[in-house]
């Protein structure tokens, strides 16, 4: 590592030798749209951040420094430098523009601490998603995509909806099998939001042909990327049509490209992950056969409560239930999967006992119908109407992004109602 980062230090000053580093903006940036840049920038970061800050279990405080005296300079010619060698070995358009360095230095300078948790996360998530986009014969680096839509949190939720590490909304993953009821959320397990999320790829992918048009797809839904082609006069080039972009929308894919470049060559600017959670090589899944809590995985076999969160985020009360003809996985360090099968019968019968003793207070197991839209009566309130539909007030406030209990006449809430 020392001796690399020597030859990339050399490398640098070559570089530098007779080259003016101050950026000069390209003719067809123009000021209003650096601005539009910075808006779209600064709704993403706040996204992010939230993420970052929520329901995340392991290196949320620490930033892990690669030992290096002289990491690089956050200078035009060496971004230049490894974005062209990154686009060499994509099919993704890896494009170095102002754009696209305003969102490096978000990662690389004022960011390093949410990207050291990030590459910390990625050791578990990068060979998971790499499996499945080889399966697919996908380009590798869009392991990367969940980097921008979730900050690689699990539980990550948005104010719309939007859950988990690849942000399917409820009717988008029904559609790829992701199912929603009382215990399991579907969108929030890697293994089988990842396969959904490299189907709805591969099918916006057979639309248009072009990986970058694919992530702009991925964001704003075909429509809004269709739309754009057609106000740029047919144009299909990514950055051909940016500007007739959903505002969001602009942001993504450039932010896209600085999270791939940091996460291939953040080491290289001195960051590096923080505490690991786990490697993905060193777990199992096994099946369960009879309805179980974490709890008694964490006492008898001796497994730490946050790596098993972290290795299980779907089941939304640490409770894995047991439904006929239907299956459900917990994934656990292989030792402890070992240990799993040995024993289950033991477990079960704890949990059996564990779950009479609090029957009163356990959930009922109910999926998730048809959403519905309610149209607020005078005199209604929140609590009327999940009273209506048989669900709480906060699932209504968290489905509608509702920061309190306030509601107004004519106002249209979106409702999931309770089906036993």
């Not at 986009?133 to 590798?140: F, Q, S, V, W």
């Not at 953040?266 to 179980?292: K, M, N």
């Not at 008898?300 to 972290?310: N, S, V, W």
Request: charged residues 25%.
């Amino acid at each position: 590592m020392r001796f690399f980062l020597t030859v990339s230090l050399i490398l640098t000053s070559f570089l530098a030798v007779g080259q003016n580093d101050s950026l000069i903006l390209d003719s067809t940036l123009a000021h209003h749209e650096l601005k539009m840049d910075s808006n779209a920038l600064w709704a993403l970061d706040q996204r992010l951040a939230k993420f970052d800050s929520e329901n995340v279990l392991f290196a949320q405080s620490t930033v892990s420094l690669v030992d290096t005296i002289n990491p690089l300079p956050l200078s035009d010619s060496i971004f230049r430098y490894y974005m062209a060698d990154l686009d060499t070995r994509t099919p993704f358009e890896m494009t170095y523009n102002p754009v696209v360095k305003k969102y490096l230095e978000r990662y690389l300078k004022f960011g390093a601490k949410r990207l050291s948790r990030m590459m910390a996360h990625g050791q578990y998530y990068f060979p998971m998603f790499e499996e499945h986009l080889d399966k697919y014969n996908m380009p590798l680096e869009i392991k990367y995509l969940a980097v921008i839509e979730s900050a690689l949190n699990p539980k990550a939720r948005s104010y719309v909806g939007a859950t988990g590490l690849w942000q399917f909304m409820y009717s988008t993953g029904k559609m790829y099998d992701l199912t929603v009821n009382s215990y399991v959320d579907d969108r929030n397990d890697p293994l089988k939001s990842t396969e959904a999320a490299c189907q709805y790829m591969l099918k916006m992918y057979d639309v248009f042909e072009d990986w970058n048009l694919v992530l702009a797809a991925y964001n704003s839904g075909p429509g809004n990327v269709r739309k754009a082609i057609r106000k740029s006069g047919g144009k299909r080039s990514y950055w051909e049509i940016r500007p007739f972009l959903p505002r969001e929308t602009s942001a993504y894919v450039p932010l896209f490209i600085a999270a791939t470049y940091a996460m291939e060559y953040g080491h290289l600017y001195g960051v590096g992950p923080s505490e690991v959670p786990a490697y993905y090589i060193d777990t199992d899944t096994v099946r369960i056969t009879q309805q179980i809590h974490f709890k008694q995985m964490e006492d008898e076999l001796g497994i730490d409560p946050a790596t098993m969160e972290f290795l299980n985020p779907q089941y939304r009360y640490k409770i894995v239930p047991f439904v006929t003809n239907k299956d459900y996985f917990i994934t656990l360090p292989k030792a402890k999967a070992v240990l799993f099968r040995t024993q289950q019968d033991s477990l079960y019968r704890i949990a059996a006992t564990y779950f009479k003793e609090r029957a009163s207070s356990m959930p009922d197991f109910t999926k998730m119908n048809e959403r519905t839209v309610h149209r607020v009566k005078s005199g209604e309130t929140l609590g009327h109407i999940a009273g209506k539909y048989g669900v709480g007030v906060s699932d209504i406030k968290r489905w509608n992004g509702l920061r309190s209990d306030m509601i107004r006449i004519d106002q249209r809430i979106l409702v999931y109602p309770k089906r036993l």
